[in-house]
């Protein structure tokens, strides 16, 4: 489950609607906070969003997620 990740993921993020007026970044930024929280694994994230395990570990220090 999500037990080992911080309080901050997933529970206190607003999700982003489409036609909402913000950036790209903020929706990967949401849609990537989403994955990781209801994922078991970074690699099971990485898979669904389509990206390399090392990408997103650059993205969750970007985003400090």
Do not use: C, F, M
Not at 18 to 45: C, F, M, Y
């Amino acid at each position: 489950g999500i037990e080992h990740l911080p309080a901050s993921i997933g529970v206190h993020t607003h999700p982003v609607q489409l036609g909402d007026h913000v950036s790209l970044e903020a929706i990967e930024e949401n849609h990537i906070r989403r994955v990781v929280a209801s994922t078991k694994s970074l690699q099971e994230a990485a898979d669904i969003l389509g990206i390399d395990q090392a990408t997103l570990w650059r993205k969750r220090k970007q985003y400090r997620i």
